[in-house]
């Protein structure tokens, strides 16, 4: 979402390993808790517990820079991680509108499926559709008919990722029957 975001990491990472190795902490630390425990912590416990108990502080050290860093970063130069996009706009419903919105998505497909072709520009512009685990993947002649990830994320899909006249509509789980909908309108 933001490479500038991941080149710190990146150094923070890189002083975060250095930092440990200048304090004598060795081992693998990767691969989460249950890893670094297993292969490290509870087999060597007995004789590097205070090594284990420095490699805590640092990392509850660099943990407050790593916030401290990216919140400063984000904040100002605006970067667009996931929640802080623009044309998201958060809206409070009613349960009523809610309900709604699920029984056009999960209840009546065919309806969220012709909201999704509607998006697109009708069934006329549509080349092809196929889909993967998550997504409504369609190719389409004329991509100026199409409408933006805004208009999807209002319908109740997750959002819509474009590459030129390729379009991904991201719609969860259910998308083998939002499939079959689909080209049935088609």
């Known amino acids: 979402m933001a490479p500038a975001l991941f080149v710190v990491h990146a150094v923070l990472a890189a002083c975060l390993s ?11 630390h990767a691969g989460g808790a249950i890893e670094m425990a297993s292969l490290n912590w509870i087999p060597l416990m007995g004789n ?32 667009k991680t996931p929640g802080r996009e623009d044309d998201e706009e958060i809206e409070f419903g009613s349960k009523e509108k809610f309900r709604e919105k699920q029984a056009g998505k999960k209840g009546g497909k065919a309806t969220f499926a012709e909201m999704i072709l509607e998006g697109l520009g009708g ?47 991201i719609v969860g789980l259910t998308v083998p029957s939002v499939r079959e909908d689909f080209e049935g309108l088609l």
């Open 18 to 28: 250095t930092t440990m190795y200048l304090a004598g902490i060795v081992g693998i």
């Open 123 to 169: 069934k006329d512009n549509i080349v092809d559709v196929t889909n993967c685990a998550t997504r409504l993947r369609v190719n389409v002649k004329d991509e100026t008919l199409c409408k933006g990830d805004a208009y999807f994320k209002a319908i109740g899909a997750h959002g819509c990722s474009v590459n030129g006249k390729s379009y991904q509509v």
């Open 48 to 79: 590097h517990w205070k090594q284990y108990l420095l490699m805590l502080g640092i990392g509850l050290v660099f943990t407050g820079i790593w916030f401290i860093v990216f919140r400063t970063l984000i904040l100002k130069f605006d970067f």
